[in-house]
């Protein structure tokens, strides 16, 4: 079964520390990827997403992410953080073209000190 | 455009009890999937709707159904509620049931089961 790993589960950073959140998955076919974040008190929302072309994608608020189709790798990158990125951050998948569903890893937590 | 409504926003039930949840799309969307979200399992599929016909179901037992509606607003129902079923309960909508689509969340129903 397809999986989703996402290797940090809590990132505490320091504002204007760089930010990299892991996310490795498990299928040898083609998928298209994406990263949502949880802001507190608040609903899934869309960061960025890939689905082909150029494998370094940018986000909303300064993020991207860079899919590396050999190590099966999707990481997301912030050059320097800020207290507002506080948030828990979900990479997913989706096998391309079925009517499968979004596979989810379970989420790693960034808490940005002010 | 207004984005996907989730009603009620908090449940609060007893074992033994059913309870019925309801999602409203954007405007347009045909393609309403829902998500369960614990702290120890992370977002799960429990199964996708697209023209009052379900294409898709994760791996929920039969206490767990949906439907859609011909407006596209589609209810989830859970019968004999157990307490593991306390969760974050997530709709979300997307244009058609294809695997490129984005899909776009609510702001979820809290259930807690006492």
């Known amino acids: 079964a397809q999986s989703v790993s996402q290797h940090n589960h809590h990132v505490i950073l320091s504002e204007a520390a760089s930010l990299e959140l892991g996310c490795n998955y498990s299928y040898g076919g083609t998928v298209n990827l994406f990263w949502y974040v949880q802001y507190p008190g608040q609903h899934l929302q869309l960061l960025l997403k890939?689905?082909?072309?150029?494998?370094l994608v940018k986000g909303i608020k300064g993020f991207e992410a860079e899919f590396i189709k050999s190590k099966f790798s999707f990481n997301l990158r912030k050059p320097s953080v800020q207290w507002s990125d506080t948030a828990e951050y979900f990479c997913a998948v989706i096998i391309t073209g079925s009517q499968g569903n979004l596979i989810f890893g379970k989420g790693t937590k960034l808490s940005v000190k002010p | 455009k207004a984005g996907v409504t989730q009603t009620p926003r908090y449940l609060i039930k007893t074992r033994g009890q059913q309870v019925t949840l309801s999602c409203s799309p954007i405007?347009?969307?045909?393609?309403v999937s829902w998500y369960q979200q614990t702290p120890g399992q992370g977002l799960q599929f429990l199964f996708e709707?697209?023209?009052?016909?379900?294409?898709n179901k994760g791996n929920f037992p039969g206490r767990f159904s949906g439907r859609q509606f011909s407006n596209s607003r589609s209810e989830m129902n859970v019968s004999t509620l157990e307490l593991g079923d306390s969760a974050l309960y997530l709709c979300?909508?997307?244009?058609?049931?294809?695997?490129?689509?984005?899909?776009?969340f609510g702001p979820g129903t809290r259930l807690l089961v006492l």
């Open positions: 979300a909508s997307s244009p058609r049931t294809r695997a490129a689509e984005t899909q776009y």
């Open positions: 709707y697209f023209s009052e016909t379900q294409r």
């Open positions: 405007s347009g969307h045909r393609s």
């Open positions: 890939y689905f082909s072309g150029d494998p």
